[in-house]
């Protein structure tokens, strides 16, 4: 009686077993699906309810900062700036400054939205998270 098994079932890249790199739990799941299945549970009255949704939104993705919201307080700063240079006093150096201020806060966002973002939700879209220890870790 000899059962042979078949272990040679050459490359299996399909089936890539996922392991807990801290405590090599196989209870692990992508942040994505943590995140969209707690999204979609409706809260419960259960203590379990207030949980998940508390853990869907520590899977949530990265948020891209608001070049629209920065960009439009610039421009209207600078609208009240040149409405204020009729009579040049305090308001038209606090509303230069403003315009300034938030022409600088959007160039930033906009470059942390093309340069840093992608890198983030590329990182958060092959991160997993063990059921076990509730260590967050990447592909
Ligand atoms: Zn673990």
Same mark, same amino acid.
């Given at each position: 009686?000899?059962?042979?098994?078949?272990?040679?079932?050459?490359?299996?890249?399909a089936?890539?077993?996922? $392991?807990?790199?801290?405590?090599?739990? =196989?209870? @692990?799941? &992508?942040l994505? +699906?943590?995140?969209? /299945?707690?999204?979609?549970? %409706?809260?419960?009255a259960?203590?379990?309810?207030?949980?998940?949704? $508390?853990?869907?939104?520590?899977?949530a =993705?990265? @948020?891209? &900062?608001?070049? +629209?919201w920065?960009? /439009?307080?610039?421009?209207? %700063?600078?609208?009240?700036?040149?409405?204020?240079l009729?009579r040049?006093?305090?308001?038209?150096?606090?509303?230069?400054? @403003?315009?300034?201020?938030?022409?600088?806060?959007a160039?930033?966002?906009?470059?942390?939205?093309?340069?840093v973002?992608?890198?983030?939700?590329?990182?958060?879209?092959?991160?997993y998270?063990?059921g076990?220890c509730g260590?967050?870790?990447a592909?």
């Open positions: 009686m000899s059962l042979k098994s078949q272990s040679t079932s050459g490359g299996s890249r089936s890539f077993h996922h $392991a807990c790199p801290r405590c090599g739990s =196989p209870e @692990v799941r &992508r994505a +699906v943590i995140h969209e /299945t707690g999204l979609m549970t %409706a809260p419960s259960e203590t379990g309810g207030h949980e998940r949704s $508390a853990l869907a939104k520590y899977a =993705p990265p @948020v891209q &900062r608001s070049v +629209v920065w960009g /439009t307080l610039a421009g209207a %700063a600078v609208v009240v700036a040149l409405v204020s009729a040049v006093g305090l308001g038209t150096l606090l509303a230069g400054g @403003v315009a300034v201020i938030a022409a600088m806060f160039f930033h966002a906009s470059r942390y939205n093309r340069v973002y992608p890198g983030l939700h590329d990182l958060w879209a092959r991160s998270m063990c076990r260590d967050i870790f592909e």
